[in-house]
């Protein structure tokens, strides 16, 4: 399997696995979070703030498909 992520800004994530491109995504953000998990609460923190709705997840996979609900990210899929 290969996960595929595209943001609304055309950058593109792809990993083996959902994790990997969660954990891609963590080096990548400015607020240079300590763990995955503090990335992805961070960035569900930002959602409500930019898009007015909540993001409810509790895997990798979850959280991206999350994103991609609100519009926060532009596609997710896999191969």
Same mark, same amino acid.
């Given at each position: 399997?290969? $996960?595929? $992520? *595209?943001?609304?800004?055309? /950058? %593109?994530?792809?990993? &083996?696995?959902? $994790?990997? +491109?969660? #954990? =891609? =995504?963590?080096?990548?953000?400015?607020? *240079?979070? /300590? @763990?995955? #998990?503090?990335? =992805?609460?961070? @960035?569900?923190? #930002?959602? $409500?703030?930019?898009?007015?709705?909540? *993001?409810?997840? &509790?895997?990798?996979?979850?959280?991206?498909?999350?994103? &991609? %609900? +609100?519009? /926060? *990210? #532009?596609?997710?899929?896999? &191969?």
């Amino acid at each position: 399997m290969v $996960v595929n $992520v *595209i943001l609304n800004d055309g /950058a %593109r994530y792809t990993g &083996e696995t959902y $994790v990997d +491109v969660v #954990r =891609m =995504m963590k080096l990548d953000s400015y607020l *240079i979070p /300590a @763990t995955k #998990r503090e990335y =992805m609460n961070k @960035t569900a923190e #930002r959602c $409500v703030v930019y898009h007015g709705e909540p *993001i409810q997840y &509790e895997t990798a996979q979850e959280f991206l498909h999350e994103l &991609e %609900r +609100v519009g /926060a *990210i #532009r596609k997710v899929w896999e &191969e």
